[in-house]
């Protein structure tokens, strides 16, 4: 009796589980595609989920399911011919669909009469009203018992939520049950074994069925009532466990039903548990593989080519158009490597590049722990000569990770190890010049455990020279370390020293200081020849010093820079310093990056303020040379103010003080139209400092938000040299971005500049006028697309001095047509074909053929289309020269994604005729993997 009292508790709570999940499945979340079919069919009763509230649509669909579903189908077609003496379902079905439904029904007949007998079966031993009102007098005469006196055994409070538990677990189990046992009692009502031909004989069924389906759904819902009265008593009960104690168990259940419910739910933990293990173990090992992500990357690359000339003359085609066969010079051997040139003769080559990769996304904590890693190697599989054997290297590897939490760094590098010490030692970090290869690594480490936190950085390898270099400023091994502190925030230290083998020696010391909204800055580097004394590196007469001291502040809107600072001359080139960044051999002075220039010694005060609208700027300059001989000293001091912007519109007014040949600072003795106070003078320095001048200028920004004309760049400015005389005024515009005009794209750009020297002796007047366009088209037919671009620059001078005896006209015409077509006849097959024309007539300096660098064809703030160096040094030494003559060329380049086919055809030689032929092919393939 007490187990069955169980059972159907069990049951009954079964039933009510069922009857609140209808609707709702736990596992058919928002969003999914067949949400709304399955809730729709849900509620009309035709799907039914499962116990644990699921639906389960991933599992397969068993036939005794597939009859219940047919079951429900047939009720809603009952329930129509009831309601309406018709059915449009029904009339809605065609005779095929008939046939199918009654094929379904018949291949179930066998399971809906095995099924009739279970559930006879089930049906005697279902719970009655009577099992549920006796149940619910028991619980009446629980509440109604007396509280227990204090001291009752806790074993039977114990038994009690134990007895709970069995219940909750029993109630599982029977959910299961009950569930089959409303599946089989509606498949009972399913038994449609009379449909046998036509839609009369399936209606008389459904009729015959009518009366037995109506009473179980009586039942089901008399069963859904009592159990939901149950439900609440049973909410009541389990509310009041704390107070009923002392309750004789043993009429519900027997401790051996409870011992057994007990058992399976820790069965069923442990085998939770186990799984639970295994999820954890396994995401365990997938953290650890993701933990380490590697990568492998390569190509593989063969050209063959060959170059000829018929004299050997150097060919600058890069002057007509970018093309396969060099980056500079096109012609004979002895062809200057700076400038990247080609090497008349065969260009054929073979080779391959691998480059390893690897990344710790979680790298250890203690001891030595690597984060990432990488390696590139090169081959060269051949070249132009024969060797038996590929030549295999490494380009570059580097490391990166942690020693205890404190980062640390390798790199090598085979041809441009990078590092910078400071600005006079050891700056290498801005150098690419083929011409200064240095093989060597870097290694850092910022030991933050340390005191004072020190970063170390150490150097080493072996720098070397290719032709024409002259004198590098590293060569040879070479060694350095350097060591930064920082004591204190706000305040940082470095103690450098460097070495190249047989060349240089050096110590040094550099810093910051922040104090609010100052910041300090310092710098000292002593150079000697190697094996000398180190006393010697604290003797500026017996070493090579540089060094100096500036600072920065800012008051609101003012803000205000000083320097001083000495440069011995030996640093020139970056010889004592052995910074390739310093080498200006091929520059004449113009690629610099110290801050001040070798052999000077001075100082400079700089200031400027932000007023609305209005920004002003000063400097006051004095130096000399790194001895400060007498005459040496230059002083320099100026202002510039900028009232803008306005619809894109800035005006900017300017003067410039300049004295030469002092014998002290600031002697302020000799005014000089131009002085250099260690660089020579640039008139496209900004305002024309470190000259005696005066100017205005008026300048639109094309790209301001507000612009006037948008995309227009527009400078007019006039500049009166007052020293000398001279005057100068330039007018130039381009365009920040091509134009549209229907297909069309224009980009076009204009310059005049007028110079007047005056009554200067050394000089000339001159005046230039340059234009220039640059045309494309948008893909037309095919794909094909059309280009073009012209300049013209035409110079008159008048002669009035020792340099100009006469007039003279300079003039440059460079024009260019091509053809480009894309996709043509495959994907990513194109095609282009140019052809190109450059001439010059009385140019100055080495100016045709030779030199192809200077290219300022479509740079209108400049007057020359080519000039090398660029640009000249100021407007009064612009003098016309003897260089004449005429470069064309012919270029046809197609690609197919990697694969690239050129050929070209050029000629130089004199104005009006050509004495000079070459010929360039070349074909390379390139696989990247």
């Given at each position: 009796?007490?187990?069955?009292?169980?059972?159907?508790?069990?049951?009954?709570?079964?039933?009510l589980?069922?009857?609140?999940g209808?609707?709702?499945?736990s596992?058919?979340?928002?969003?999914?595609?067949?949400?709304e079919?399955?809730?729709?069919?849900?509620?009309?009763?035709?799907?039914?989920?499962?116990?644990d509230?699921?639906?389960?649509?991933?599992?397969?669909?068993?036939?005794?399911?597939a009859?219940?579903?047919?079951y429900?189908?047939?009720?809603?077609i009952?329930?129509?011919?009831?309601?309406?003496?018709?059915?449009?379902?029904?009339?809605?079905?065609?005779?095929?669909?008939i046939e199918?439904?009654?094929?379904?029904?018949?291949?179930?007949?066998?399971?809906?009469?095995?099924?009739?007998?279970?559930?006879?079966?089930?049906e005697?031993?279902?719970?009655?009203?009577?099992?549920?009102?006796?149940?619910?007098?028991?619980?009446?005469?629980?509440?109604?018992?007396?509280?227990p006196?204090?001291?009752?055994?806790?074993?039977?409070?114990?038994?009690?939520?134990?007895?709970?538990?069995?219940?909750?677990?029993?109630?599982?189990t029977?959910?299961?049950?009950a569930?089959?046992?409303?599946?089989?009692?509606?498949?009972?009502?399913?038994?449609?074994?009379?449909?046998?031909?036509?839609?009369?004989a399936?209606?008389?069924?459904?009729?015959?069925?009518?009366?037995?389906?109506?009473?179980?759904?009586?039942?089901?819902?008399?069963?859904?009532?009592?159990?939901?009265?149950?439900?609440?008593?049973?909410?009541?009960?389990?509310?009041?466990?704390?107070?009923?104690?002392?309750?004789n168990?043993?009429?519900f259940?027997?401790?051996?039903?409870?011992?057994?419910?007990q058992?399976?739910?820790?069965?069923?933990?442990s085998?939770?548990?186990?799984?639970?293990?295994?999820?954890?173990?396994l995401?365990?090992?997938?953290?650890?593989?993701?933990?380490?992500?590697?990568?492998?990357?390569?190509s593989?690359?063969?050209?063959?080519?060959?170059?000829?000339t018929?004299?050997?003359?150097?060919?600058?085609?890069?002057?007509?158009?970018p093309?396969?066969?060099?980056?500079?010079?096109?012609?004979?051997?002895?062809?200057?490597?700076?400038?990247?040139?080609?090497?008349?003769?065969?260009?054929?080559?073979?080779?391959?590049?691998?480059?390893?990769?690897l990344?710790?996304?979680?790298?250890?904590?203690?001891?030595?722990?690597?984060?990432e890693?990488?390696?590139?190697?090169?081959?060269?599989?051949f070249?132009?000569?024969?060797?038996g054997?590929p030549?295999?290297?490494?380009?570059?590897?580097?490391?990166?990770?942690?020693?205890?939490?404190?980062?640390?760094?390798?790199?090598?590098?085979?041809?441009?190890?990078?590092?910078?010490?400071?600005?006079?030692?050891?700056?290498?970090d801005n150098?690419?010049?083929?011409?200064?290869?240095?093989?060597?690594m870097?290694a850092t480490?910022?030991?933050?455990?340390?005191?004072?936190?020190?970063?170390?950085?150490?150097?080493?390898g072996?720098?070397?020279?290719?032709?024409?270099?002259?004198?590098?400023?590293?060569?040879?091994?070479?060694?350095?370390?350097?060591?930064a502190?920082?004591?204190?925030?706000?305040l940082?230290?470095?103690?450098?020293?460097?070495?190249?083998l047989?060349?240089?020696?050096?110590?040094g010391?550099?810093?910051g200081?922040?104090?609010?909204?100052v910041?300090?800055?310092?710098?000292?580097v002593?150079?000697?020849?190697?094996?000398?004394?180190?006393?010697?590196?604290?003797?500026?007469?017996?070493?090579?010093?540089?060094?100096?001291?500036?600072?920065?502040?800012?008051?609101?809107?003012?803000?205000?820079?000083?320097?001083?600072?000495?440069?011995?001359?030996l640093?020139?080139?970056?010889?004592?310093?052995?910074?390739?960044?310093e080498d200006?051999?091929?520059?004449?002075?113009?690629?610099?990056?110290?801050?001040?220039?070798?052999?000077t010694?001075?100082?400079?005060?700089?200031?400027?303020?932000?007023?609305?609208?209005?920004?002003?700027?000063?400097?006051?300059?004095?130096?000399?040379?790194?001895?400060?001989?007498a005459?040496s000293?230059?002083?320099?001091?100026?202002?510039?103010?900028?009232?803008?912007?306005?619809?894109?519109?800035?005006l900017?007014?300017?003067?410039?003080?300049?004295?030469?040949g002092?014998?002290?600072?600031l002697?302020?003795t000799?005014?000089?139209?131009?002085?250099?106070?260690?660089?020579?003078?640039?008139?496209?320095?900004?305002?024309?400092?470190?000259?005696?001048?005066?100017?205005?200028?008026v300048?639109?920004?094309?790209?301001?938000?507000?612009?006037?004309i948008?995309t227009?760049n527009?400078?007019?400015?006039?500049?009166?040299?007052?020293?000398?005389?001279?005057?100068d005024?330039?007018?130039?515009?381009?365009?920040?971005?091509?134009f549209k005009?229907?297909?069309?794209?224009?980009?076009?750009?204009?310059?005049?500049?007028?110079?007047?020297?005056?009554?200067?002796?050394?000089?000339?007047?001159?005046?230039?006028?340059?234009?220039g366009?640059?045309?494309?088209?948008?893909?037309?037919?095919?794909?094909?697309?059309?280009?073009?671009?012209?300049?013209?620059?035409?110079?008159?001078?008048?002669?009035?001095?020792?340099?100009?005896?006469?007039a003279?006209?300079?003039?440059?015409?460079?024009?260019?047509?091509?053809?480009?077509?894309?996709?043509?006849?495959?994907?990513?097959?194109?095609?282009?074909?140019?052809?190109?024309?450059?001439?010059?007539?009385q140019?100055?300096?080495?100016?045709?053929?030779?030199?192809?660098?200077?290219?300022?064809?479509?740079?209108?703030?400049?007057?020359?289309?080519?000039?090398?160096?660029?640009?000249?040094?100021?407007?009064?030494?612009?003098?016309?020269?003897?260089?004449?003559?005429?470069?064309e060329?012919?270029?046809?380049?197609?690609?197919?994604?990697?694969?690239t086919?050129?050929?070209g055809?050029?000629?130089?030689?004199?104005?009006?005729s050509?004495?000079d032929?070459?010929?360039?092919?070349?074909?390379?393939?390139?696989?990247?993997?």
């Amino acid at each position: 009796m007490k187990k069955r009292l169980v059972m159907l508790l069990a049951g009954l709570l079964t039933v009510l589980s069922m009857g609140f999940g209808l609707a709702q499945f736990s596992d058919v979340p928002a969003g999914h595609w067949a949400k709304e079919a399955v809730e729709a069919l849900a509620a009309k009763g035709i799907l039914v989920g499962f116990p644990d509230g699921t639906f389960r649509g991933n599992e397969t669909l068993t036939r005794y399911q597939a009859a219940l579903i047919i079951y429900r189908l047939l009720q809603q077609i009952e329930e129509e011919l009831k309601a309406k003496g018709e059915s449009p379902t029904l009339e809605a079905m065609s005779p095929e669909d008939i046939e199918a439904l009654k094929n379904a029904v018949q291949e179930l007949a066998a399971e809906l009469a095995a099924l009739g007998v279970r559930v006879s079966a089930l049906e005697d031993s279902a719970a009655t009203k009577e099992d549920i009102a006796r149940l619910e007098a028991l619980i009446e005469e629980l509440k109604a018992q007396p509280m227990p006196e204090p001291g009752m055994d806790q074993a039977a409070l114990q038994d009690l939520a134990d007895r709970v538990e069995a219940a909750s677990i029993a109630a599982d189990t029977a959910l299961a049950q009950a569930q089959q046992l409303a599946e089989q009692l509606e498949a009972l009502a399913q038994d449609v074994e009379g449909v046998k031909g036509d839609l009369a004989a399936l209606q008389t069924q459904v009729e015959a069925n009518a009366q037995a389906i109506q009473a179980l759904n009586e039942l089901a819902v008399l069963l859904n009532q009592d159990v939901l009265a149950l439900q609440d008593r049973v909410t009541a009960l389990e509310k009041g466990l704390a107070d009923l104690q002392g309750i004789n168990f043993e009429e519900f259940a027997s401790k051996e039903d409870v011992a057994a419910v007990q058992e399976f739910a820790a069965a069923l933990r442990s085998d939770l548990v186990g799984l639970s293990e295994k999820v954890s173990k396994l995401e365990g090992q997938v953290a650890e593989l993701s933990k380490v992500q590697y990568s492998i990357k390569g190509s593989l690359s063969a050209t063959y080519g060959t170059v000829v000339t018929n004299t050997g003359t150097n060919f600058d085609i890069d002057r007509l158009f970018p093309n396969a066969f060099s980056t500079g010079v096109f012609g004979n051997v002895t062809s200057n490597v700076q400038r990247g040139d080609s090497q008349q003769g065969n260009i054929s080559y073979g080779g391959a590049s691998l480059s390893f990769g690897l990344k710790n996304t979680a790298p250890g904590t203690q001891g030595v722990a690597v984060s990432e890693a990488s390696a590139s190697l090169g081959i060269d599989a051949f070249t132009s000569s024969f060797s038996g054997t590929p030549t295999i290297y490494f380009n570059a590897a580097s490391v990166k990770g942690a020693v205890d939490g404190q980062p640390f760094s390798v790199t090598y590098s085979r041809k441009n190890s990078a590092f910078k010490f400071n600005d006079y030692l050891f700056a290498n970090d801005n150098d690419t010049e083929a011409v200064n290869p240095r093989q060597g690594m870097v290694a850092t480490f910022g030991a933050s455990k340390f005191p004072l936190a020190p970063e170390f950085t150490i150097v080493a390898g072996v720098a070397g020279t290719t032709a024409n270099d002259g004198s590098p400023a590293l060569n040879g091994n070479y060694f350095g370390v350097r060591t930064a502190l920082k004591p204190f925030s706000g305040l940082n230290l470095a103690l450098n020293y460097a070495t190249n083998l047989g060349n240089k020696s050096a110590i040094g010391m550099d810093g910051g200081l922040e104090l609010g909204p100052v910041n300090l800055s310092a710098l000292w580097v002593s150079s000697q020849a190697p094996g000398a004394p180190v006393a010697n590196f604290f003797d500026n007469t017996l070493s090579n010093w540089a060094y100096y001291v500036q600072g920065e502040g800012k008051l609101g809107p003012v803000s205000l820079s000083a320097n001083y600072h000495a440069v011995d001359p030996l640093y020139s080139d970056g010889q004592a310093g052995m910074s390739e960044n310093e080498d200006t051999n091929y520059y004449g002075g113009l690629k610099a990056g110290a801050p001040y220039g070798a052999d000077t010694r001075g100082f400079g005060i700089g200031a400027s303020a932000s007023l609305g609208p209005l920004a002003i700027k000063g400097y006051l300059e004095s130096e000399g040379n790194y001895a400060l001989a007498a005459g040496s000293v230059n002083d320099a001091w100026g202002l510039a103010a900028t009232l803008g912007s306005f619809r894109g519109f800035s005006l900017t007014g300017f003067y410039n003080a300049a004295y030469t040949g002092g014998t002290g600072y600031l002697s302020f003795t000799t005014p000089s139209d131009a002085i250099n106070p260690g660089v020579n003078y640039y008139y496209t320095i900004e305002n024309n400092k470190y000259s005696s001048s005066w100017g205005v200028r008026v300048s639109h920004d094309g790209k301001a938000q507000d612009a006037l004309i948008p995309t227009l760049n527009l400078t007019a400015q006039y500049a009166n040299f007052y020293v000398s005389g001279f005057s100068d005024i330039q007018v130039y515009a381009n365009l920040s971005q091509p134009f549209k005009l229907a297909f069309l794209s224009l980009n076009p750009g204009f310059r005049y500049h007028s110079f007047t020297g005056g009554a200067a002796a050394n000089t000339g007047d001159y005046t230039t006028l340059k234009g220039g366009i640059q045309v494309s088209t948008d893909p037309l037919l095919f794909g094909l697309a059309l280009e073009g671009a012209a300049s013209y620059r035409q110079t008159d001078y008048v002669g009035n001095g020792s340099v100009v005896t006469s007039a003279t006209q300079a003039k440059e015409l460079y024009w260019r047509v091509g053809v480009k077509i894309n996709d043509f006849l495959a994907p990513k097959l194109n095609f282009s074909v140019a052809y190109a024309h450059y001439e010059g007539d009385q140019l100055a300096g080495a100016g045709l053929p030779v030199v192809g660098s200077g290219n300022q064809a479509f740079n209108f703030a400049r007057d020359r289309v080519y000039r090398s160096p660029d640009p000249i040094a100021a407007p009064w030494l612009a003098t016309p020269g003897t260089q004449a003559g005429q470069l064309e060329g012919f270029y046809l380049e197609a690609k197919y994604y990697n694969l690239t086919v050129a050929y070209g055809e050029f000629a130089l030689g004199p104005l009006g005729s050509f004495t000079d032929y070459g010929r360039g092919f070349k074909i390379s393939y390139s696989v990247d993997f």
